[in-house]
């Protein structure tokens, strides 16, 4: 039997609906075995959604209300590595199967908990915390794109599950780190509040610089300034927004009338080559190109081509040469010679597309399953693995209930886990060093996260950038927090030394690229087992899989991964209007977290064989799994008929935006329905209504009082009503001041820092890093993204480099200790 990387963990998943059971499916797929706890009658959600998400699962039927399942849940207990589950706050305790009761049969139990809300915020952890509350209250439909703001559209609706997505991944890597450092520190309790887990994803769409510079700023963000600076309406059609979309940064229609997005904007190389590929080197020539961290009054033109924007000059002319261009290819075409050209694009699919593309099957980014219930069937492939794994692809289908029913006398009768020894202190990644050669946002968010548990990260850039400021810098802000920096230039035989150096004394290398820019940079399975045998490569890219497919070595970004798994039809509506979700990052900061995922049962495997490998995410990848409650398809299947598009509001009438005397509200009833509206006097006489109407007579009854009476009318049962947030009020609402002393990050459910000290000159309001909650660990709030090259000297210094020697590097480029003569080019 092939030994898995976490085939020697044992996980009691307790999960239900989507966060809980995407944990304990992440843990499966890494080779552990997981007993899914379902009670009498069966899971609380019967889809065949529940039924992927089980996958690589045992089913013991227990009544946890009774002594009799609540003590055998605790024998299991005893036996077990990992408890998971996401039920309200202090349920588990009332069953008598809380953290203390686990603890106390077991010492060495890593126990998460995944509440909607944290349960230390006493306003908002009494909710029922469906999916879409979560996602109202934090902002999710308020706001969520500019090309909404420039329509007037808000709010919108949408049944991504970004909450239980971020917050799988966070409880995911918590787990494993916290296994890690089992040994050292004993068990743990761990909350990941799935509200903070969104909050935290989507905070490249909450950052606010001080008096930040036009010159950053989309045509989108421009236009919406001037409007709103002159009492200009926001209405603009779908068809008036081309005039502001980047030519670089947009989807064209193709000769088969097909929607292909590109994303060739902001680094250096890659606005030429999509221009080239598309026979548009003579406009290439035209345009203007300098030095992208220049100060603005020193441009000698109104913009640069590997600067993004494009200017308001060009921009209609390269649009409309590009647009020309499309149109004498198919969209497949195009992607193949944009993938070729190595410039990032794609075309545009919906989500049953994806399920059926021969690169996602080839790859293994969507795994054919035989499942009892519904035959061969399509499913979401894994969202992080180990190169090196043999089993990755090798999946059960869901258990039928109660299978494992009958092996249950052999798991009692194994001796208790032995107690650990340790009671020490401090981060669970406390001593890891980490070498990031990551750049852009998915990158760099992975030595990001894993600086708040204690690793020691060091960020290795080019001498010249290759990355405009926009990504480099003003992103940087949040996913270069926590880290040193050091310019090398690795096409040089001293800069590659020094990498090397570096690499040799690191526990991990992080790389955002193909496996052909991986091996370029001399970074191969055998070169670098050769230079640092117990190191582990943590790799992420766009299209890479288990397994390579056609479009492997294809680059990509958040947006091309939106594109091509559906998540921009979903959210635009359909193939004529396909929108990207957010502003930036949605999927960028999901893969870094997975690929902290994928790290943790890295350094799982390496504590128990001693050997390093390779750890994988990938962007479309975590674009299935921000849909996974659709992301299946086998025949028979029910249509793909979720909500989408601009006009969306909810999901049926019980789960529904509406606006009340006072603004906007969400309204979730989804199991109770009619018994939630006979218990408010104002609503009653509508129970049993089937008909179409129910949404507006809904409506108008909602109309009448403000969203505080409705909170108080359903603040019993398994209804709630929650006023719909945006990430702004939230920040705004929650912010402390770094000048102010540490901020809280345990207790309330949001928190933004402003860092009102930075190096930079001005302050920006972040999201703190409050999403894991570890009882016992240690979590710290990273220090201001450093400006690169702020550590070139000292780097290599430590690695033995004279003070002569490090002068040489410097002066002959080898080296750097800078991009600009200011922190963020103004």
């Not at 589950?85 to 890593?110: E, K, Q, T």
């Not at 290439?284 to 100060?295: E, G, Q």
């Not at 946002?441 to 030595?447: D, F």
């Amino acid at each position: 039997m092939t030994t898995r990387p976490l085939s020697h963990i044992r996980v009691l998943d307790f999960g239900h609906y989507l966060a809980g059971p995407m944990v304990g499916m992440m843990l499966a797929d890494l080779g552990a075995e997981v007993i899914r706890i379902d009670p009498p009658g069966g899971p609380r959600w019967s889809d065949p959604a529940f039924d992927m998400l089980s996958r690589g699962k045992r089913s013991l039927v227990l009544d946890l209300k009774s002594e009799k399942g609540r003590r055998t849940a605790l024998d299991m207990a005893m036996r077990a590595d990992v408890v998971i589950d996401n039920f309200r706050p202090g349920v588990m305790a009332r069953l008598g199967l809380g953290p203390a009761d686990l603890r106390g049969v077991n010492p060495g139990i890593v126990s998460l908990s995944l509440p909607g809300f944290a349960s230390t915020d006493a306003e908002l952890a009494p909710l029922a915390a469906w999916e879409a509350v979560i996602a109202a209250r934090t902002g999710q439909f308020t706001d969520m794109g500019l090309n909404r703001q420039l329509m007037g559209i808000n709010p919108s609706f949408t049944p991504l599950g970004l909450a239980s997505a971020y917050g799988a991944a966070f409880g995911a890597m918590s787990v494993l780190f916290a296994l890690g450092a089992r040994n050292r520190m004993g068990g743990e309790h761990i909350e990941v509040p799935l509200a903070s887990a969104l909050f935290e994803g989507l905070v490249y769409n909450c950052e606010h610089v001080e008096d930040y510079p036009t010159r950053y700023k989309s045509p989108r963000e421009v236009e919406l300034d001037r409007r709103r600076a002159e009492g200009l309406p926001l209405k603009l059609d779908y068809a008036d927004l081309g005039a502001f979309l980047d030519p670089f940064y947009r989807t064209y229609r193709c000769a088969d009338g097909r929607g292909f997005y590109v994303v060739s904007c902001s680094i250096k190389t890659h606005p030429r080559r999509a221009l080239k590929v598309l026979g548009l080197d003579d406009l290439a020539a035209s345009l203007p190109d300098f030095d992208a961290y220049l100060d603005r009054k020193d441009w000698p033109d109104e913009w640069a081509m590997r600067n993004y924007p494009v200017g308001d000059r060009d921009r209609a002319r390269v649009s409309e040469a590009m647009q020309a261009a499309f149109l004498t290819r198919p969209s497949w075409e195009w992607e193949a010679l944009f993938g070729e050209a190595k410039a990032p694009a794609s075309a545009q699919r919906s989500s049953r597309e994806w399920l059926a593309d021969p690169h996602a099957l080839a790859a293994g980014l969507v795994l054919e399953v035989m499942d009892p219930r519904y035959g061969p069937m399509r499913q979401l492939g894994n969202l992080a693995w180990l190169a090196e794994d043999a089993g990755a692809m090798d999946k059960r289908p869901a258990p039928l209930p109660d299978d494992f029913r009958a092996e249950l006398p052999s798991l009692l009768a194994e001796p208790p886990r032995p107690t650990p020894e340790g009671s020490g202190t401090g981060g669970w990644l406390d001593g890891v060093k980490v070498i990031d050669l990551t750049n852009v946002i998915a990158g760099p968010t992975i030595g990001a996260t894993l600086a708040r548990f204690g690793a020691q990260v060091t960020s290795v850039q080019p001498v010249t950038p290759s990355v405009d400021p926009w990504n480099a810098i003003v992103f940087g802000l949040h996913a270069h927090r926590g880290k040193k920096s050091v310019l090398l230039d690795l096409g040089s035989v001293d800069g590659r030394t020094a990498m090397e150096r570096l690499i040799e004394g690191a526990d991990v290398i992080t790389v955002n690229g193909t496996d052909e820019q991986r091996d370029a940079l001399g970074l191969s399975r055998e070169r670098l087992s050769n230079l640092a045998p117990k190191a582990i490569l943590v790799q992420l890219d766009a299209w890479g899989g288990p397994r390579r497919g056609p479009k492997s070595d294809h680059l990509g970004y958040d947006d091309t991964a939106q594109a091509a798994t559906g998540v921009m039809m979903r959210f635009g509506g359909g193939p004529e209007t396909p929108e990207e979700h957010a502003h930036f990052g949605t999927i960028d900061a999901l893969t870094g977290y997975a690929a902290c995922v994928a790290l943790g049962a890295a350094l799982e495997e390496r504590r128990r064989t001693g050997r390093g490998g390779v750890a994988r995410a990938s962007l479309a990848g975590c674009g299935a799994m921000i849909q996974a409650q659709f992301m299946y398809d086998f025949d028979g299947r029910a249509p793909f008929d979720e909500p989408s598009g601009r006009q969306a509001r909810g999901w049926g009438p019980y789960y529904h935006c509406y606006r009340a005397a006072d603004g906007w509200l969400f309204f979730a009833a989804p199991t109770e329905k009619d018994a939630a509206l006979r218990r408010v006097p104002e609503l009653s006489d509508l129970a049993g209504r089937c008909d179409e109407g129910l949404v507006d007579a809904l409506a108008d009854r909602f109309a009448q009082q403000p969203v505080a009476h409705w909170q108080h009318r359903f603040r019993s049962g398994s209804a709630s009503v929650v006023p719909l947030g945006s990430l702004s009020s939230n920040r705004e609402e929650s912010l402390q001041r770094e000048s102010d002393g540490p901020a809280d990050i345990r207790c309330a459910t949001y928190r933004a820092i402003r860092h009102d000290q930075h190096p930079m000159g001005r302050w920006v309001d972040l999201v703190a890093p409050n999403a894991v909650r570890p009882a016992k660990a240690a979590i710290t709030i990273p220090g201001h993204a450093p400006k690169p090259g702020a550590h070139t000297r000292a780097v290599l210094s430590n690695l033995g480099y004279s003070e002569e020697e490090i002068v040489a590097m410097i002066e002959s480029a080898t080296a750097g200790e800078g991009w600009s003569e200011k922190y963020l080019p103004e």
